[in-house]
């Protein structure tokens, strides 16, 4: 439900969570054979495997590999699936929401998934001392959850909001006495057994966890729907193992040579570097489409900055971005300029909105209206013995292709007398100094779901506790909107008002929007066996199969 931080989403990374439940009917196989290693790589150490306080996209999938939630959704259809519940109703007013535990369902330590794991599991979102405000907007609205019976579970919502059901359904499970225990120690879950070493109810368990190199994960020969997988042929493999790799020039080059079963490519890699003759013997390139939203980049503006805090040197900065040349010459034509929080290929965006364009001129004369009008010392803009200096840091991990658009953004910056200073960190002091909100601009980017919710960026109430509205973003007709936005049910009512607050948003530049991908770019060992290059809602890596090499 929640949208995640991409250290990578600018360098093309391609966000392949696997959705579905249920294979495809041309992939079941009573008898399928579950052999081989599948092998990819994360670009940051997960700093930790509790999801509740990770908002981490890049490290997702690797916490995925433990836990599950109530449902999962169909990789095409989208609807929801039984998952650890077996069935489920929903009241007639549509504020209960009640389901039934498979009997099988139980962690890994043997233990059965009751109703009390899942009541304890929403309440240890709210729990003092869990660090998960960007979770708070999405369960705040379920007033009441009741334990019906050991396998019986019932939500009641008090607000009406139009994601109530989807939140509960996804509500990941944890063992109520393992967390509550870990819990306990200092009321707080950063204990390093909490992060370090999860307990949860899917069908892997970490094997070894070598320090900043790789996570090794093997099978869970007790998981409880183990029948169910190989009927359908999903996840064929003995052993899933993350490679920890920053650099993605070294992580091309592992992959190359066979390091890697599988590897999301960035633009450059697929147009310039794809061509060699391993890629017409034994590697495979894959353009794909489908219907997963995609995610954004954006630099974001720390507003509390006294600078940044005036409009109009916002909308400068933007008028800086030259998109139409980072996506010719560092996208290669796979991205298009997006506007706001909304995909522009989606039904909340509002048309009528164009990309800021690029425009000295225009950049020069936002400034001027903001009071910067004399220049100083190397041309920089001076006010009130001020200089025009902004430092704008990104993650490393996104080196390839953020570093040349921060590099071109800076030199126009000085022609138009702003100084821009670039520092690149990685991931996890990145993160740190978001949440610590010791920063001026950030370059990063966004994932989307369809249909989004934006009260975990842009409300003003997501600004406190470590939220996610790290740039301290507060405009209180978007407030407003944002509140009313959730509270209708109606589809087309909800989109005419998610069309007025992109405007908002839009108006106000909190962002300076970049770009969103057009294409899911990847590539795979020709030893893979697959269906189809994509679902409509995932790649659908979960179906594949590794055959003897």
């Known amino acids: 439900m929640k949208r995640s931080l991409l250290a990578l989403f600018m360098s093309g990374t391609v966000a392949l969570a696997g959705v579905a439940s249920i294979a495809p009917s041309r992939m079941a196989c009573a008898d399928a054979e579950r052999t081989g290693t599948f092998i990819e790589s994360v670009s940051a150490n997960p700093t930790s495997l509790f999801p509740l306080t990770n908002n981490d996209g890049e490290t997702g999938p690797v916490m995925d590999m433990f836990f599950e939630s109530l449902l999962d959704r169909h990789w095409d259809s989208f609807d929801w699936t039984p998952n650890l519940a077996s069935k489920w109703e929903i009241s007639k007013d549509g504020k209960q929401f009640t389901f039934t535990l498979d009997k099988k369902a139980q962690f890994s330590d043997g233990t059965p998934v009751t109703a009390e794991d899942v009541k304890f599991s929403y309440d240890l979102i709210f729990m003092k001392g869990v660090m998960c405000a960007h979770l708070h907007p999405y369960y705040s609205a379920i007033k009441k959850v009741e334990v019906l019976s050991p396998d019986k579970i019932r939500f009641t919502a008090g607000d009406v909001y139009y994601k109530n059901f989807d939140v509960v359904a996804g509500l990941t499970v944890f063992p109520k006495k393992h967390y509550l225990k870990l819990y306990g120690k200092d009321n707080s879950m950063t204990k390093a057994e909490v992060t370090k070493d999860p307990l949860g109810s899917g069908q892997w368990l970490l094997d070894k966890w070598e320090g900043n190199q790789q996570l ?54 697929w147009t310039k570097q794809t061509d060699g003759p391993e890629f017409k013997s034994k590697l495979v390139k894959v353009k794909a489409v489908n219907k997963a939203p995609t995610g954004y980049s954006f630099i974001g503006w720390n507003v509390k900055n006294p600078v940044l805090a005036n409009k109009d040197v916002r909308w400068a900065l933007s008028h800086i971005a030259d998109l139409t040349t980072w996506i010719n010459k560092i996208e290669y034509g796979m991205a298009e300029p997006t506007v706001g929080p909304f995909s522009v290929k989606s039904e909340q965006h509002d048309p009528a909105l164009k990309p800021v364009e690029f425009d000295l001129k225009k950049a020069r004369e936002r400034l001027t209206a903001a009071g910067w009008t004399k220049a100083g010392k190397g041309g920089v803009l001076e006010k009130d013995g001020q200089r025009l200096e902004l430092t704008i840091i990104y993650p490393s991990q996104a080196k390839e292709t953020t570093e040349p658009k921060l590099v071109d953004f800076k030199q126009k910056a000085a022609k138009v007398g702003v100084a821009i200073n670039l520092k690149s960190i990685d991931w996890t002091t990145f993160t740190k100094l978001l949440d610590d909100r010791k920063f001026d601009g950030a370059a990063l980017g966004w994932s989307r779901d369809s249909d989004g919710d934006l009260k975990q960026i842009w409300h003003s109430d ?43 948003i839009y108006e106000d530049q909190p962002y300076t929007f970049l770009t969103e991908r057009l294409y899911s770019l990847y590539a795979h060992q020709n030893y893979v066996k697959k269906e189809k290059d994509t679902y409509n809602y995932t790649i659908g890596r979960a179906f594949w199969q590794i055959t003897p090499h």
């Open 462 to 504: 997501s600004i406190g506790n470590k939220g996610s509205n790290f740039i301290g973003y507060s405009n209180k007709e978007v407030d407003k909107l944002i509140d009313e936005h959730r509270a209708t049910l109606d589809k087309t009512k909800r989109t005419a008002i998610a069309r007025k607050l992109q405007r908002l």
């Open 216 to 269: 090794i994960f093997k099978r869970n020969p007790n998981y409880w729907n183990k029948a169910e997988l190989i009927k359908q042929g999903r996840w064929n493999y003995d052993r899933y193992i993350y490679k920890v790799v920053q650099d993605e020039p070294v992580e091309f080059e592992m992959f190359r040579k066979g390091d890697l079963t599988f590897k999301g490519l960035i633009p450059k890699q």
